[in-house]
């Protein structure tokens, strides 16, 4: 039916679509946030919307206030950033610190480069950490074109048209600009104006008749942080333009024209209308930079923003590129992050739960309290010895703290205030979910549920895990569908889901026609996968995703990967060997792989993947054309032209593989001086030895 033209509507006859409308909101909002299972799409949604909004403009005395929540994933379109946002390292104390530099010192080996990065004489710049949402904007000709999401790093949200309603992001710079820069930064909000939010929030909510303040219409948020982010994703973006959002501008990302040094370019961002930090200043040496830390830290309560450490940074660009980065945190930088803030509660009882691997792990659930500006209700116990080290007990008062986005932790106990009839913790011997026992070998700390795949809880866990972003990146797929689908048997192992069909989840609750499409197109759409988030979404001890990247870079095709782990079984094997020659692998994870190889049900769950996703050999990124991609390097002896840390950089960005032994699948040999026996076995073998020089020749310098 066609809606009525608004102007002509009767007030009874709006007030009657208001609520009809409302109604079928209300039942939409409650599908995406709470079952997690959408019925209608984004643009339906923001049909029934804009109708309410007509018709509300129209009677304003019929309005009433919404609270919003922020978009759910894949509201927004993906953007590929032009260099990928890193993260930062992480120090605690200032053994830390001095590590970080002393790595850097270690890194150089021409005098002259040495004596730029000596304890006393290293150029930084130092400057709060803002706890906020980073965002990556791109400019054109000095025309802001686009506003990004940090996303997973290499890929984000596209929030332009939001990111437009900041005040404090130039939609021009001012004056000479790149022809194209990505400039990075932090968009936050200050704690009054989060507070005042949060307030206005709450009085939104309390102004809906009672039958409406239902849970899923009251939002308020956890910290400035969750208010900026959930501010930035607003499919509205009058909303965003409602919130009081701020922007400090600190990096840049791909540019036509790259800086000198970061202190310069400060100067470039200021004069182009960008927010710095004024906290932000140049230290030589590395006390002046710890003195510094000190001077913020004295400050950060008194700040009208969050900030969770300072981050020093190599101050010569130079300096930056030659160090790169390791993995997905830059070699020049660090974060120096501030004491946890810690808060006294009330423990109220430990629950037990369990892992994808099996392990049983121990909750405390707490009386909620706020700590530095968080509510936290839970903090883990680690494990059985934990708990009885500090004989935790339900009803305890406790301290807990939260350390940056670390799940918060017990730190003591007051055995002064424990109420007498407090008995101590008995850890369980059998599964909590599936009664099977929970054994725990000796050395070992963790207990785990020998239940394997007919443990739900593992099962399920496994299934969540094979879904995430940084895996298979399923979407529309939320832990409670996965807890139904397991439950009912639709859906037991991952390949299960490659088989679901429309007519499995048409008869199910909260599952519509659009919905199932959606879930099933999702689906599809990861038929093909590359080796690995194919290895990362296997799940196994210890197997992260930097850790499944290294495997896949170095076996190439699932087929080789396989093989060789199933062969490595046998210590003796050229196989082992071989895996742990790679870089950053060594026995501890080589035990895990093997293991999980050498159970049957992984060897089956693997057999039966592979007959429904199709996995991609690994791509060695954009080195084409480079002498040595793909090739598997090894160095020995000393090197005279630089350090190891930097030649073996340079060969990865080259996309060579650096191994740390030579073996027949060796393709160079570089030979420093006085090398020992990795030179004779490669005569052996006949290996390709180059010297330092020849080294350098074939790399181009
Ligand atoms: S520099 C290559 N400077 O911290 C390093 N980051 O853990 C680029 N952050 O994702 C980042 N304040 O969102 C830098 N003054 C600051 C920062 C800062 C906050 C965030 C940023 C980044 C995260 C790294």
């Not at 909510?205 to 607003?234: D, I, M, Y």
């Not at 004491?339 to 009882?349: D, G, H, N, R």
């Not at 030579?662 to 001086?673: F, R």
Request: charged share 30%; aromatic share 6%.
């Amino acid at each position: 039916m066609k809606a009525a033209d608004v102007a002509k509507l009767t007030k009874a006859q709006a007030s009657k679509e208001l609520e009809k409308l409302r109604a079928e909101m209300a039942r939409a909002d409650e599908a995406y946030h709470v079952k997690d299972a959408p019925e209608i799409s984004d643009a339906e949604y923001d049909a029934l919307r804009k109708r309410l909004e007509t018709i509300e403009s129209r009677f304003p005395d019929l309005a009433e206030m919404r609270p919003v929540a922020p978009a759910p994933a894949g509201a927004f379109a993906k953007v590929t950033h032009g260099k990928p946002m890193l993260s930062l390292d992480n120090a605690f104390d200032k053994d830390d610190v001095e590590r970080f530099f002393q790595s850097v010192r270690n890194f150089f080996v021409r005098p002259e480069d040495v004596a730029r990065v000596e304890r006393d004489a290293i150029a930084l710049v130092a400057e709060p950490k803002i706890d906020g949402l980073s965002c990556s904007l791109t400019y054109e000709n000095g025309v802001l074109v686009k506003a990004a999401t940090r996303g997973d790093g290499t890929i984000g949200e596209d929030v332009t048209i939001n990111v437009r309603t900041i005040a404090e992001v130039p939609q021009k710079l001012k004056g000479k600009a790149p022809d194209r820069i990505e400039i990075r930064g932090e968009v936050y909000m200050t704690k009054p104006e989060f507070l005042k939010l949060n307030e206005t929030l709450e009085a939104e909510f309390l102004a809906l008749p009672p039958e409406k303040q239902t849970k899923s219409r009251r939002r308020q948020f956890a910290n400035p942080r969750n208010a900026a982010a959930g501010s930035v994703r607003q499919l509205d973006p009058e909303i965003t333009r409602s919130r009081p959002l701020r922007f400090f501008a600190y990096a840049w990302g791909a540019t036509t024209e790259e800086p000198k040094s970061q202190w310069e370019f400060y100067a470039r961002l200021k004069a182009w209308g960008f927010q710095v930090n004024k906290l932000a200043e140049r230290a030589t040496g590395i006390d002046a930079a710890l003195a510094h830390h000190a001077e913020i830290a004295e400050q950060r309560a008194s700040l009208p923003y969050d900030i969770d450490g300072v981050v020093y940074k190599i101050d010569s660009v130079d300096l930056q590129d030659r160090l790169g980065f390791v993995g997905r945190t830059p070699r020049w930088a660090l974060a120096h992050k501030f004491p946890a803030e810690q808060a006294q509660t009330i423990l109220e009882s430990i629950e037990i739960q369990v892992g994808r691997t099996g392990a049983l792990t121990p909750v405390a659930y707490l009386k909620p309290v706020n700590v530095g500006g968080v509510l936290v209700a839970r903090a883990t116990l680690h494990n059985e010895d934990e708990i009885q080290r500090k004989d935790v007990r339900a009803g305890d008062t406790v301290v807990i703290q939260r350390a940056g986005d670390v799940i918060p932790q017990i730190v003591s106990v007051d055995p002064d205030k424990r109420p007498k009839s407090a008995k101590p913790y008995k850890f369980p011997e059998t599964c909590p979910e599936c009664g099977s026992a929970a054994v725990r070998p000796e050395g070992e700390v963790v207990r785990r549920c020998t239940g394997g795949l007919i443990c739900p809880a593992q099962a399920t866990e496994r299934l969540r895990h094979f879904v995430t972003r940084s895996a298979f990146d399923i979407e529309g797929l939320g832990e409670k569908s996965i807890v139904e689908f397991f439950h009912d048997k639709l859906v037991r192992t991952p390949a299960d889901l490659f088989r679901l069909k429309a007519s499995d989840l048409e008869e199910r609750e909260g599952w519509k026609e659009k919905s199932i499409q959606n879930l099933l197109a999702a689906i599809a759409a990861r038929r093909t996968i590359s080796l690995d988030r194919f290895i990362y979404a296997l799940g196994i001890r210890q197997v992260g995703d930097a850790t499944a990247k290294l495997l896949a870079k170095h076996y190439g095709t699932l087929a080789a990967w396989r093989d060789a782990m199933e062969a490595a079984s046998d210590p003796e094997s050229e196989a082992y060997a071989d895996l742990i020659s790679i870089d950053q692998i060594g026995p501890s994870v080589a035990e895990d792989l093997i293991a999980f190889f050498a159970e049957d049900h992984n060897r089956k769950a693997l057999d039966d993947l592979a007959k429904v996703v199709e996995v991609e050999a690994f791509v060695v990124p954009s080195t084409s054309g480079s002498p040595i991609a793909d090739k598997t390097v090894v160095f020995t002896g000393s090197l005279e032209k630089m350090t190891r840390n930097e030649a073996k950089a340079r060969a990865e960005a080259l996309g060579a593989k650096v191994a740390g032994s030579v073996s027949k699948k060796t393709d160079y040999l570089i030979v420093g001086a006085d090398a020992g026996s990795k030179a004779a076995k490669a005569q052996e073998l006949g290996v390709k030895t180059l010297t330092e020089d020849e080294w350098l020749a074939l790399i181009g310098g």
